[in-house]
């Protein structure tokens, strides 16, 4: 037979520099150089959304798909499956990306009984497993989607129905083992349509309880089969539903807390979700990363001038770089990665601007390494942070960490040593510096 190809005139993607004017060449990823005692394909992880890059067509509310895609050819569903995954390996390898994710839905259909289903499923994982092997791509991490099909119309495992409550944890089950035998180095659970739309018809603690379970069983099912991937939770405040369960970093974390599952799970944190919840993304990141929590990352960007998951790519050098600057604060991700859930917009409709939208993701994630590398070494932020806070470092600062005054001890310092004096917080003078270091 001869081997299909998808992306015919398109060639491995290659490192030229930054003086290079090839729309397909990396002009800041150069793989195996070092930043930091590591090459930037260690740190960086790229991972590939199946969903978005391989089975996005380009549709909106608004009209139908503009994306003509050569693996969608087939009248046959499962036949359109397999060309799809072939095409995606043949893209992964072409872009030089180690990893993927995908949802059970997006790598084969769902057919009329859960049996069906799995058994479609089975064929197109060892189709998988088998690219895998032959390119040595990895799978970052694969999860459920328990949204799309109109069973999840009220939630998966917040459903009030018990009856799709069950049929959410037969998907994970399925996915845990698929996991298993792919090797997946991460699972991970986003919301879906965990949340609600009105208090008017919902018993919130007792969805939230049933969260808590449902979690609780992967965890277990998990231990039985000896997967021993990273269990993640991806935050995001709204969309699909009107007030998601898993709003942002810091509510999840207190929901992990509570129900004591904080020490099997870490966050995957997306850009686009951050900015949502009316953060930066490098504020959840900082959140999940102080709490030891920061496992992984859902790298895109979304729109300041729009309120939905735009799941642009990213481009920004300014918020690269800041991300990068916490990720190598903790010394990497560990066993997650910086996965590109982001769609070219509807109008960009040559294939090869899928390579594109990648390459220019890839370069500002690499600048941002680059940079963040720099201002860890030359201590720009940490000096002047670790200054700020020198009044505890000893006198009554120092006591006050070391928990060895009390309210009256304070007003005794005050009545003898009268007013503070104001210090500046040389927010412009840092910002000024920063721009020295991104522009080089
Ligand atoms: C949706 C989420 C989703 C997850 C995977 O907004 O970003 O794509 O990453 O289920
Ligand atoms: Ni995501
Ligand atoms: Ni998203």
Redesign the pocket.
């Known amino acids: 037979m001869v081997k299909k190809e998808f992306f015919p005139g398109i060639k491995k993607i290659r490192f030229e520099g930054p003086k290079s004017k090839n729309p397909l060449a990396f002009k800041w990823y150069n793989p195996k150089e070092e930043v930091a005692g590591k090459s930037m394909r260690e740190h960086l992880r790229f991972s590939i959304a199946y969903w978005h890059t391989m089975k996005g067509s380009g549709a909106d509310p608004f009209g139908a798909p503009t994306w003509m895609r050569p693996w969608n050819k087939s009248n046959n569903p499962l036949r359109i499956a397999e060309d799809t995954m072939l095409a995606a390996f043949e893209f992964f390898t072409k872009l030089g990306v180690d990893y993927y994710c995908f949802h059970d839905r997006d790598i084969c259909p769902e057919g009329e009984t859960l049996i069906e289903t799995n058994k479609r499923l089975d064929k197109i994982i060892s189709l998988a497993k088998k690219l895998q092997k032959d390119t040595g791509v990895k799978l970052l991490w694969n999860t459920s989607n328990m949204f799309s099909n109109p069973r999840f119309a009220h939630g998966a495992a917040t459903n009030p129905d018990a009856h799709v409550f069950a049929y959410a944890g037969a998907q994970v089950k399925k996915m845990l083992e698929a996991g298993l035998e792919l090797g997946a180095e991460n699972y991970v659970f986003w919301g879906g349509r965990e949340g609600y739309e009105t208090l008017l018809n919902t018993d919130m603690k007792r969805e939230l309880d049933h969260l808590a379970m449902f979690l609780r069983m992967a965890v277990d099912y998990a231990r039985e089969i000896k997967f021993k991937g990273q269990f993640l939770i991806e935050p ?1 405040p709204k969309e699909p539903t009107k007030h998601q369960y898993d709003f942002d970093s810091a509510t999840v974390i207190s929901f992990l807390r509570k129900y004591g599952l904080e020490k099997y799970f870490k966050l995957n944190i ?1 850009a ?2 951050a900015t949502l919840a009316g953060h930066t993304f490098e504020h959840d990141l900082a959140v999940a990363s102080i709490n030891g929590m920061l496992g992984s990352v ?1 790298a895109n960007r979304g729109d300041l001038l729009l309120g939905w ?1 735009t ?1 642009q790519f990213p481009s920004d050098i300014y918020q690269t770089t800041m991300a990068m600057y916490i990720i190598l604060g903790q010394k990497g991700l560990g066993t997650g990665g910086l996965n590109f ?1 982001a769609k070219l917009r509807r109008g960009s409709t040559d294939l090869e601007d899928l390579f594109i939208a990648h390459i220019g993701a890839m370069d500002a994630f690499a600048l941002g390494l680059k940079i963040a590398n720099e201002l860890h070494k030359d201590k720009v932020l940490s000096d002047v942070i670790k200054n700020r806070y020198s009044s505890y470092d000893t006198g009554i600062g120092a006591k006050i960490e070391a928990g060895m005054v009390d309210l009256k001890d304070l007003e005794v310092f005050i009545l003898k040593n009268g007013e503070p004096k104001q210090v500046s917080g040389k927010q412009e003078m840092l910002e000024n510096i920063i721009n020295q270091y991104l522009v080089g």
């Open positions: 995001k997306e686009n979700h859902d998951d799941d859930d």
